[in-house]
C-alpha cells in the first residue's frame, strides 16, 4: 500500500484557521495524474500541490497544481505555501531565492526569513484581454449598476484569467455572490474559463472576493495569481498609486470567515520592472495519506 506524507498550511496569514489552506505533497514521485485529480477532489480544498523533481536546471522544483476539478498552469496560493514547506524542510537555496517550475513555466521565488518568513513570488507576464458590460456583470453578482464604480470589468490574466469588477463599498462586496448560473449570464460564446474578482479600493489597497465556479471553488480565501492582476487593473485606472517600489494589500475572504492579507510590491513605473506578491504562512498539519 503506498504512503504519501503531506501537510496543510493556511497561507496569506498569521492565526491557524484564517487564509487560504493548501495541502501539499512535498514527494510525489511516482503519482499519475489521475491519482492526484483525486486526491485533490478527496481534500476539497481549493488547491492542492504534487511536488516533483525539476526539469528544468533553473528550478528547484517541479510543481503541479491542482483544483477539485482540474489542474492549474499557475496559482498564488499554492505557489507560496508550496515554498513555505520546502523552506522550512530545508529544499531550498540558502540565499531564499530560486525558482518553481509551474505550467507556467519558471515562477521566482524569494523568502524574507524570520520567526515567520514572508514568501514572496513575481507574478507572470500580465494581460489585459475581454471587456464587459457594468450592467451584465452588476446582474452576475446579485448586485444593482450603481453599485459598480464607473469602471469597465475586464478580464485580466497572469496565467489565469479573472473579471476583475470595482465596486463603490465594502458592504457591496459582501452582499456579491456569483455560481455557474449568474456566470452564463455575463460569459460571452468562446470565453474561456475565467474566476470573477470583486473588490472596492480602501486606503490600504483593495478589499475582494473571489468566486471560480469553473473550477469547482465556490469561493476562494486568497488568490494570489489574482492580485498581481488586481495590481495592473488598479493602477490602469487610477485607483491605487504606482509609484515605484509602492507596497499595498488585498484584504480577501473576511466575509467567508477566512481572513487572508496579500501584499503587493509594484517595481518600476505602472509594475515596468515586475509585480511581486506576498504573504505569511502557517502550518497546520501533518499528515500521511495511504492508497
Known amino acids: 500500500m503506498p504512503s504519501y506524507r503531506y501537510r496543510v498550511v493556511d497561507v496569506f496569514t498569521e492565526k491557524p484557521l484564517e487564509g487560504n489552506p493548501l495541502a501539499v505533497f512535498p514527494e510525489a514521485s511516482g503519482m499519475d495524474s489521475i491519482t492526484m485529480q483525486k486526491i485533490a477532489k478527496e481534500m476539497n480544498l481549493s488547491e492542492t500541490t504534487f511536488v516533483f523533481p525539476s526539469t528544468r536546471a533553473d528550478c528547484t522544483a517541479h510543481v503541479r497544481i491542482f483544483t477539485p476539478m482540474r489542474e492549474m498552469v499557475f ?23 530560486f525558482a518553481l517550475e509551474e505550467g507556467v513555466g519558471p515562477v521566482p521565488v524569494r523568502v524574507d526569513p524570520g520567526d515567520c518568513p514572508m514568501i514572496w513570488l ?3 507576464p500580465i494581460q489585459f484581454g475581454k471587456t464587459y458590460q457594468r450592467g451584465a456583470c452588476a446582474d452576475a453578482i446579485g448586485l444593482d449598476t450603481a453599485d459598480l464604480l464607473d469602471v469597465e470589468p475586464q478580464v485580466v490574466s497572469a496565467g489565469n484569467p479573472n473579471l476583475y469588477i470595482a ?16 456566470l452564463a449570464k455575463v460569459k460571452q460564446h468562446g470565453d474561456d474559463a475565467f474566476c470573477v474578482f470583486v473588490f472596492t479600493p480602501t486606503p490600504e489597497g483593495a478589499y475582494s472576493r473571489m468566486f471560480a465556479p469553473e473550477h469547482g471553488v465556490v469561493e476562494d480565501p486568497a488568490t494570489g495569481s489574482a492580485t498581481g492582476p488586481l495590481a495592473a487593473y488598479m493602477m490602469r485606472h487610477q485607483l491605487a498609486s504606482s509609484k515605484d517600489g509602492t507596497r499595498f494589500l488585498s484584504e480577501q475572504g473576511t466575509k467567508m ?24 504562512v502557517t502550518p497546520l498539519v501533518d499528515a500521511v495519506l495511504k492508497l
Open 257 to 280: 470567515g477566512r481572513r487572508s492579507i496579500l501584499y503587493m510590491l509594484v517595481r518600476g513605473d505602472h509594475g515596468a520592472d515586475g509585480i511581486d506578491v506576498g504573504g505569511y
Open 167 to 182: 465596486v463603490k463599498s465594502k458592504d457591496a462586496v459582501d452582499r456579491s455572490w456569483c455560481d455557474l448560473a449568474r
Open 75 to 97: 496559482a498564488g496560493h499554492p505557489t507560496i505555501g508550496t515554498a513555505y514547506v520546502m523552506f522550512d524542510e530545508g529544499k531550498t537555496p540558502e540565499t531564499g531565492r
Open 122 to 124: 513575481t507574478t507572470p
